[in-house]
């Protein structure tokens, strides 16, 4: 088991190499650049990490591990389908604006990942897409939501959230929370009136 | 001033560029592999086109080119702004579903244009956006469209067009028709009923 301080230089570590992934690809990032952004000989660093493929494991797990999680939360609470939905358009904005260079890594980069983490991944987004799916499904045949193609309507969402990744920056004079309405509002109840 | 012939001649050969650069990317694709996909000696086809410059060129500003000319099409009509800005959905849609790989070019390879057609595209690119923006804030103005932040309406409605450039095939047991119809129902009335 790590120890704390271990744990917390090493997320230090994923985070720095997150970033530096985004900025310069993964397949232009090197070990050295990262030890040298944070700080670390090069030697010390395999204290904490054994390899970039290792990191993008690290990275690319954690995120699909936060929406598994979040998606068997939200499928176990009361609320309605509308809410449900509403929950998860919340988590993929929230992560966007977080985490964004994880979640970029997680979007982008896992076409990296060797075998057997490139299937493990690849599974992991096909079941939280079905989870997602099941939800709108329950909530057509619940009379809460229009009867679309539920494919349709699931990469909708998907899609429409995905610009936040390139676009929100803190200083747009929008907040996180006024983002998410705004969306929440577009994808539920539609831009017309 | 091209004759016919030489004109379809060269369209086929746009045509067999785009699929080529979606498939093995723009950087990936020689002049040699083209004259191969065409049926074209090298020498012969460089009676058509004159560079790899040149076909991106073409493919980025005649995709350009169909925006901004329906653009100012659909803002001359006397349609309210749900149907204008419902005709653009129509059109993004239309477009990928249609011209899939020179969409696919537009979207993806236009950084590697030279300049000035770089900035050129950016430029019409920055327009398309604008006016596409003022449709919504009109709408807004009208008392047609819900209170939201411009912004946040006009690139949740890019975003969220884009994944059928991903993920439409003929063979999906959807028709363009119900795609464009579910798509629009998402974005201007919402999933909730």
């Keep these: 088991m790590l120890t704390t301080k271990k744990t917390i230089r090493r997320q ?9 992934f985004k900025e310069k690809g993964y397949g232009g990032t090197s070990m050295r650049d990262l030890a040298g952004n944070v700080g670390l000989e090069a030697a010390s660093m395999y204290n904490y990490i054994k390899s970039k ?3 993008l494991e690290l990275i690319c797990s954690r995120i699909a591990g936060i929406y598994i999680s979040q998606l068997h ?8 389908y509308a809410d449900k939905v509403k929950a998860l358009i919340r988590l ?21 990942l060797p075998e057997p983490q490139l ?9 939280y897409e079905k989870g997602f799916a099941q939800l709108i499904e329950q909530g057509m045949a ?24 390139l676009w929100y920056r ?24």
């Design 142 to 165: 619940a009379g809460e939501f229009q009867p679309l193609n539920v494919s349709v309507a699931l990469f909708t969402i998907l899609s429409a959230v995905r610009w936040v990744e």
């Design 73 to 80: 939360d939200i499928e176990q609470t009361a609320a309605s």
């Design 170 to 193: 803190p200083g747009r004079g929008l907040s996180a929370e006024e983002l998410e309405e705004d969306i929440i509002t577009m994808l539920l109840s539609g831009l017309a009136k």
């Design 53 to 55: 493929d290792e990191i």
């Design 92 to 112: 993929h904005i929230r992560l966007m604006v977080e985490e964004g260079p994880a979640v970029s890594v997680a979007n982008h980069d896992w076409k990296y």
């Design 119 to 127: 299937t493990a991944f690849k599974q992991a987004r096909k079941d």
């Design 12 to 20: 230090f570590i994923l985070d720095e190499a997150a970033k530096l």
